[in-house]
DNA sequence: TTCATTTTGTACCGTTCAGTAGAAATAATT
DNA sequence: AATTATTTCTACTGAACGGTACAAAATGAA
């Protein structure tokens, strides 16, 4: 419905990459917002012509969220990949911090979050945007609490550790890092941020002594 | 500039009253967003006409931040008064967190805030709104400061007390609530977080022992 | 070769939006 | 009563915006 890649290779081929295409219009709407993102600049920036993008993504409305799935299977998928990849939690969550930090507020691309800075303000006109943040809430919770108990589980966390706890400061204290970077915060605070959130994430749960935090 | 009410009491009178205006022009900025909130709209719900509109308040732009100026003077003081005035600062903390969820959840007004969710989005379009956020950090944190050295001061406090490292964290904590208001997050959810934020803050500050806390 | 299919580029359309012209209305001042 | 200053209302304007018609171009299939 968004992505009409010539299916049976009929036709005139394309000139363009569709992601490449993406992750410009990406920038774009980050950095404008979705009003101000007006299609002759979209068109401008990626270097297609109105009817080239209109005809590969349908309207406006569909292009934005396009580019809020692929900033979701990019940029947002790789703090989660910080999170996971990570030893033990501690620099688990750590390296999730530090990576939301420069992706809010790193050097080559817009302040703040594509989807909390610019879809979130956008969820009462634009119906499909809406759909999107009615699932994501679930989702990510989802994710969160299965990584936390499997660490508990694993023992890299003590048995009492309040998974629910830790996730909603979790979730708070990136909440007011994204905001923040949108509000000019530069990285290194960020980046400060990032170590003092650890400890208080770590906190809420009831991981306060250095056994329960340094298991491994 | 914004505001010329008649300076000498010449002239046809006003059928309306600025700051009864403003405060419906609040609501549908808040609710809809800068630009998705029309001039026509706006005239619609103030029941004024466009020209009068544009005769007290000069461009959108100055109507705005005429909104913006008054929100500030009566939702956002509202919260910092509830800080001011409780005897003790953990009841303080307490009474701000708490004013601040029914601000930005409460009933009878659109969620989230009308600062940080409708107006930051615009700082890079609008000049005017761009100075507001110059200067508005500053202020908001000298108040904090004041306020939290002064408990010190008045030994309600412990004299270690960290203000800077609590400032930073109350801050954050306020801007999460913010934005999970504007998310969807009922009044009850955030009450609970006035809550646990306070805990936070108070720790966060270095005042971890009962002693430290109820000091009156 | 011819046909069907898809993309591309130019030029355009209808709508919506911020803002206003101009005249009537209403008051204080002289 | 005449004058000056201001607000109000109807109707309008010019610009910007999302979206598209149409024909040419480029490919695979028949």
Same mark, same amino acid.
């Given at each position: /419905?968004?992505?009409? #890649? ?26 404008? *917002?979705?009003?101000? =993102?007006?299609?002759? @600049?979209?068109?401008?920036? #990626? *270097?297609? #012509? ?6 590969? &993504? +349908? ?22 990949? =910080?999170?996971?990849?990570?030893? #033990?939690?501690?620099? +688990? ?10 992706? !809010? =507020? ?9 989807? /909390? ?18 699932? $994501? ?7 969160? @609490?299965?990584? &936390?108990?499997?660490?508990? +589980?694993? *023992? ?20 007011? $890092?994204? /905001? ?8 290194? !605070? ?11 994430? /770590? ?14």
């Amino acid at each position: /419905m968004v992505d009409k #890649t010539n299916p049976r290779g009929r036709g005139r081929p394309r000139k363009f990459d569709a992601d490449v295409v993406l992750d410009e219009v990406i920038n774009a709407f980050w950095e404008l *917002g979705y009003e101000a =993102a007006d299609t002759e @600049t979209l068109a401008k920036r #990626t *270097g297609l #012509t109105k009817p080239s993008l209109y005809n590969a &993504f +349908g309207s406006k409305e569909d292009l934005f969220v396009a580019a809020i799935n692929r900033y979701r299977q990019t940029r947002s998928k790789s703090s989660f990949d =910080a999170l996971m990849q990570a030893d #033990t939690p501690q620099e +688990g969550i750590r390296d999730y911090f530090l990576n939301l930090a420069e992706n !809010v =507020a790193g050097e080559g691309h817009p302040s703040g979050c594509l989807i /909390m800075s610019v879809a979130l303000p956008t969820r009462d006109r634009l119906q499909k945007v809406a759909a999107i943040f009615d699932k $994501m809430p679930k989702e990510s919770h989802a994710r969160l @609490t299965e990584y &936390f108990d499997g660490q508990i +589980g694993l *023992g890299n966390l003590p048995q009492g550790f309040k998974s629910a706890d830790a996730i909603a400061l979790f979730q708070d204290l990136g909440a007011a $890092m994204i /905001m923040q970077a949108r509000a000019g915060a530069p990285l290194e !605070v960020l980046k400060n941020k990032a170590i003092r959130n650890t400890q208080l994430v /770590m906190f809420e749960g009831g991981a306060r002594s250095e056994s329960d935090i340094s298991s491994r």
